[in-house]
């Protein structure tokens, strides 16, 4: 996923490639409101490490009514690892115990970590204190929530990551009729690549609006 052409602030961008390439913060902790587009962050960093050859794991802390601690152990063998809604955890003791754990054999192994919240590590209601510094120890950036044009070319970005050609007039008509969250924009896109593989058909306006009635 192209990073560079998704309409976040450069230094944001900036330093996420510097810290995948080795030259910069081994720790990088996102913060900004749902729908900033924090997740396609993470998942653009876990795309461009596969391209390079690199071993990463996405964890999304959003889901952890379906998900245990114990799935953090041994993550500290990868390259990355991209921890996404970190907010999602306060006060949970269990999960905060087992992030800060994961969080110190990555600092001895050398593997990068990246986070993600909806505030700034000062403001998470955390039970565990050694937790709350170990977040802050990294670089924090604030992403800014998507203009028109950036969710324009989010959009783009998301069918590129699935070899899937959309016209930018296609991309202005979606984005126009369809719910501006990033999650609604990926689900639409998804659900037009499968619609278009079992049809056949490349993605037009009718095709769109008759796939998503719109």
Not at 12 to 37: F, K, M, Q, T
Not at 69 to 84: K, N, T, V
Not at 130 to 142: E, I, K, Q, V
Request: one cysteine or more; glycine letters at 10%.
């Amino acid at each position: 996923m192209e990073l560079a052409a998704v309409g976040f602030h450069r230094l944001v961008i900036d330093a996420l490639n510097h810290s995948l390439a080795g030259r910069g913060e081994p720790v990088i902790y996102l913060s900004g409101p749902d729908g900033c587009g924090r997740t396609h962050l993470l998942l653009g960093q876990c795309a461009a490490a596969e391209r390079q050859g690199l071993k990463c794991t996405y964890v999304p802390l959003g889901d952890i009514g379906r998900l245990a601690p114990a799935m953090l152990e041994g993550l500290e063998g990868l390259d990355l690892i991209a921890i996404d809604d970190v907010h999602r955890i306060a006060g949970n003791a269990d999960w905060e115990h087992s992030v800060f754990a994961l969080f110190n054999r990555c600092r001895e192994r050398g593997a990068r970590l990246l986070f993600s919240a909806d505030r700034g590590p000062a403001a998470l209601s955390l039970g565990l204190p050694d937790l709350h510094s170990r977040l802050a120890w990294g670089l924090t950036l604030a992403v800014q929530p998507l203009d028109d044009e950036g969710r324009l070319q989010l959009l783009q970005s998301l069918a590129r990551r699935r070899a899937l050609a959309l016209p930018e007039e296609v991309a202005r008509y979606l984005l126009d009729r369809s719910p501006r969250h990033p999650s609604a924009l990926d689900g639409a896109i998804e659900r037009l690549d499968r619609a278009s593989l079992a049809e056949q058909r490349r993605l037009t306006i009718p095709f769109v609006r008759d796939q998503l009635g719109l």
